[in-house]
């Protein structure tokens, strides 16, 4: 089993920061890629951004220039940097995994935290 755990959502004002983590953990042989979606209250879950093992990136035009993602290889571990947050960027944010469980699995498997509440108050 491979969980993902989030932490670092709360409330904070508008133009303020926060920074989300989300770290890997169980029985598995490699991470592809990992990812942070939001949703908020009666919207579809949206991808926020993106990173692979290698390090490439992709952000949501809607916080391009504001977040910024990154992770540890090492740790299992993937970052979320939001920087001047606004009301709109509200919402419980999940962690998302690519997961390949043994060397000799065809294909990779998806995996979700339980999700963080990030909350801008303007």
């Known amino acids: 089993q491979v969980q993902l755990v989030e932490s670092g959502g709360g409330l904070v004002q508008a133009g303020e920061s926060l920074r989300l983590s989300c770290a890997a953990s169980g029985s598995f042989f490699r991470i592809n890629t990992m990812a942070w979606y939001r949703q908020a209250v009666g919207k579809q879950r949206e991808l926020v951004a993106d990173?692979?093992?290698?390090?490439?990136?992709n952000n949501a035009d809607s916080v391009k220039g504001r977040f910024t993602i990154s992770r540890d290889n090492a740790k299992n571990t993937a970052y979320l940097e939001m920087n001047s947050l606004k009301p709109e960027d509200t919402g419980v944010y999940y962690c998302n995994a690519e997961v390949k469980l043994t060397p000799f699995s065809t294909g990779w498997r998806d995996y979700w935290g339980q999700g963080t509440q990030v909350t801008v108050s303007s």
């Open positions: 990173i692979t093992s290698g390090g490439s990136l």
